[in-house]
């Protein structure tokens, strides 16, 4: 492999015992991969279902989306979900999803449980995770009246049925071909204090970490979807270090004029078929683009897979350029960053110059720009 043809991870079916979600399910984990601080999977419930017991992560922010599993289609939704959510785990409060909607998580704020009471089609749970691996800190009540904290982690954690293995979150114990191995069913009779304690008035603490997403018009193009979804990041929740936005590509298209680096911030490139339940059976496309250490040092990959390229700081990258469409694909960039910015190699009279364009400095002038900042 050459150098940089290690930064390119194709999407790898993870089939699950999870009966009630699309199976196999996509994603990206930088477990074991060097400077990445990034994950993120889609998990698509396709029944109604309940997810996971309230828990924090004492690190890093985790983002909750949810969205529809057609992406040409992201704003036409059919689905209600609750999640409960607080500073205080006694305390939590309930908020109803029925449109796309980004949740920023921060350090030490409780969620789950996440209670998919209507899917339709199914709904688009995607969670971004600023780290490679996961962990989180759940509470157990002891019969003797004291709270005990668990930590939980990737490699931590025995699987219940063999306790020779680790846990990989395959699913089986909860499924419903086998027998429940662990005391706790995530039902009515689980849900019933997180929906008493959701009756109380908001507290308003929490709202301000919601944002549900806009259509954005912004013209990209003929061969881009519109409207599409965009988390802007800072400017759409405040401390916000992610950016993402999803484009339904549909026709062959150039996106970005010359070779760009970002300086600090880490970007993953995912491209991926539109239709969530099949993102395997719904990519047909061919796409190129340029990697390398310097603008005039690249190497050039052709993607015909879903996968991710990670982008890392200080890497050049050259424009992505889209060179066949079968079908329509989603191509759904990641920045970790509040704020869009980057570095290009231009000419200016004469003078080859590094220029450094940002969020507050510059306005966005090219399609990858507005890619990011839906201007």
């Known amino acids: 492999m050459s150098e940089f043809g290690k930064y390119i991870y194709p999407f790898k079916p993870d089939y699950s015992n999870w009966t009630r979600y699309a199976n196999p399910r996509a994603g990206f984990s930088g477990e074991g991969l060097p400077h990445i601080h990034f994950s993120q999977f889609f998990s698509i419930p396709i029944q109604p279902d309940v997810m996971e017991v309230p828990h924090i992560h004492h690190g890093v922010d985790e983002y909750l989306v949810f969205t529809g599993t ?73 019969p003797n009246g004291h709270e005990e904290y668990e930590y939980q982690g990737s490699d931590l954690r025995h699987c219940v049925l063999d306790h020779d293995k680790m846990c990989t979150y395959c699913g089986k114990c909860f499924s419903d071909e086998s027998e429940k191995a662990d005391e706790l069913v995530l039902n009515d009779d689980f849900l019933a204090p997180y929906y008493e304690m959701g009756k109380a008035p908001k507290s308003g603490r929490v709202d301000p970490y919601f944002y549900e997403i806009p259509p954005d018009f912004t013209d990209l193009g003929a061969s881009i979807v519109s409207p599409r979804a965009i988390f802007p990041g800072q400017r759409a929740i405040d401390g916000a270090n992610l950016r993402f936005s999803y484009n339904v590509i549909t026709a062959p298209v150039r996106i970005g004029d010359g070779p760009i680096m970002h300086d600090s911030a880490e970007e993953y490139l995912m491209f991926f078929g539109n239709d969530l339940l099949d993102i395997w059976g719904s990519f047909d496309a061919e796409i190129e683009l340029w990697l390398g250490d310097a603008p005039d040092h690249m190497e050039r990959f052709v993607i015909t897979e879903p996968a991710t390229v990670a982008v890392m700081p200080g890497m050049w990258r050259g424009p992505i350029n889209v060179r066949r469409v079968g079908r329509p694909f989603n191509f759904n960039p990641w920045q970790v960053g509040g704020k869009w910015s980057k570095v290009s190699k231009r000419t200016v009279g004469g003078e080859e110059l590094f220029v450094y364009e940002g969020e507050g400095l510059t306005k966005a002038e090219t399609l990858e720009d507005r890619l990011f900042s839906g201007e």
């Open 70 to 142: 057609e992406l040409d289609k992201i704003f036409d939704t059919d689905f209600e979900v609750d999640l409960f959510l607080g500073w205080d785990i006694d305390r939590m409060e309930k908020f109803t999803i029925t449109k796309p909607t980004v949740v920023r998580v921060p350090p030490n704020m409780w969620h789950c449980p996440i209670n998919f009471k209507k899917v339709g089609r199914g709904v688009n749970f995607n969670p971004g995770y600023l780290d490679p691996t996961w962990s989180k800190i759940t509470r157990r009540l002891l």
